[in-house]
Every structure is written in C-alpha cells, then in structure tokens.
T-cell receptor, first 115, second 113 residues
Framework: KAGVTQTPRYLIKTRGQQVTLSCSPISGHRSVSWYQQTPGQGLQFLFEYFSETQRNKGNFPGRFSGRQFSNSRSEMNVSTLELGDSALYLC??????????????FGNGTRLTVT | KNEVEQSPQNLTAQEGEFITINCSYS?????LHWLQQHPGGGIVSLFMLSSGKKKHGRLIATINIQEKHSSLHITASHPRDSAVYIC???????????????FGKGTSLLVTP
C-alpha cells in the first residue's frame, strides 16, 4: 500500500509569490491534515480536511489556505509569500477525522525556501 | 495556554543503553502521540495512547493521566535509533486548543557505537 505522497519535495520561491503544495493520502484515508515545521516554532497545526470540508484550522493568517478533492487528495496554498514562511510543510492522513484519534501517517514533507 | 513540555532537549547515549524521554502537558487530553523524525524530515508515528502502556519491539510508551506525564523508553539502543522524538497531544474538546495536535519541541537523540 503506497504511503502518503507529498509533491514537490523542494521548492524555492521569492517573496510575494504564491505556492501550491500537494498531498496524496493513503488509499481509503479521508482525513488530511497539514503542519508547518520551523526551527523556531517547531511543528504547528495548519488545518484539517475531511470529506472535502475544512474541519479545523490552526492559528495562521488567511494567506494559508487549502482544499480537498473528492479523491481525498489535498492541496495547500500560501499567497504573498514572506521570508518567515520558509519551512518544512508536512501532511498526514488518517482513516477518520482527527477528532476521533485515528493513527496518523505522515508524508516526507515539502521543504519551502522563500528568498 | 495549553502546553507540551519535553525533556531532555538533547540526549547522547552509547549503543546498548536504556533511554527515557519525557513529556508532560498542562491540561486533560484525549490522546498522546509519540513521533520519530529522521534527518530527511519524514515523520513516523510510533505510538498513540490514551492510557496505560504500549510496546513495539524495543520501544515502550507509558502514560500517567493523573500526573499528565508520558515517557518513551528505548531498550538496547542502537545507532539507527538516532532521530528527533516528538510528543504530541490532543487536548480535550473543552480546552482552548480545539482538537488539533499540540507538539512538544522534540528530543534530539544521538546513539553512538
């Protein structure tokens, strides 16, 4: 069974640009959650999507958005990039919504560098 | 603010040693996760627990709900155990963190031959 796949693995963008990251969950998993990891703040929750609906959102500005498609694949978008958005972005999938404490399966992440 | 504290921040051990990593949290939780992150960045979920103790190979995770504390033990440590270990908790729904996972800062473990 294929694991969680994130693309691309690495990305370099300049300030002011926008970026879209993709996450394909394990087959059959309906929940996808996104996390940002930086050296200063560690891991922080961005949002969770379940059955194409955003179920929960972390404390991030509106420049961070996402969506989930009918096949459970998810994308997150960051507009008007800032230097501080440089981070490792991880997604995780689970069978049911995170509210029900299902085990999480993480992807390898997308490393975004903003110059 | 609901918090998750891990200790130690860094740990160096010799191969074969018994290792303990600690995690404490401030308010009631519905679940606690132990995660492992290797230098490449990908995260592997080791355990999810809400009570008692779980064991998988050389890894043991325990949780004491009353004391709001969990430990991750590694027996007979090996250089391939070198990684960052992260504790993450899901606070109860009546907290001000919603149900999102809240993460500790991680413990960087280096096991030398």
């Amino acid at each position: 069974k294929a694991g969680v796949t994130q693309t691309p693995r690495y990305l370099i963008k300049t300030r002011g640009q926008q970026v879209t990251l993709s996450c394909s969950p394990i087959s059959g998993h309906r929940s996808v959650s996104w996390y940002q990891q930086t050296p200063g703040q560690g891991l922080q929750f961005l949002f969770e999507y379940f059955s194409e609906t955003q179920r929960n959102k972390g404390n991030f500005p509106g420049r961070f958005s996402g969506r989930q498609f009918s096949n459970s694949r998810s994308e997150m978008n960051v507009s008007t990039l800032e230097l501080g958005d440089s981070a490792l972005y991880l997604c995780a999938s689970s069978l049911v919504s995170e509210l029900f404490n299902s085990p999480l399966h993480f992807g390898n992440g997308t490393r975004l560098t903003v110059t | 603010k609901n918090e998750v504290e891990q200790s130690p921040q860094n740990l160096t051990a010799q191969e074969g040693e018994f290792i303990t990593i600690n995690c404490s949290y401030s308010v009631g939780i519905s679940a606690l996760h132990w995660l492992q992150q290797h230098p490449g960045g990908g995260i592997v979920s080791l355990f999810m627990l809400s009570s008692g103790k779980k064991k998988h190979g050389r890894l043991i995770a325990t949780i004491n709900i009353q004391e709001k504390h969990s430990s991750l033990h590694i027996t007979a440590s090996h250089p391939r155990d070198s990684a960052v270990y992260i504790c993450a908790v899901r606070f109860l729904p009546n907290s001000n963190s919603g149900y999102a996972l809240n993460f500790g800062k991680g413990t960087s473990l280096l096991v030398t031959p």
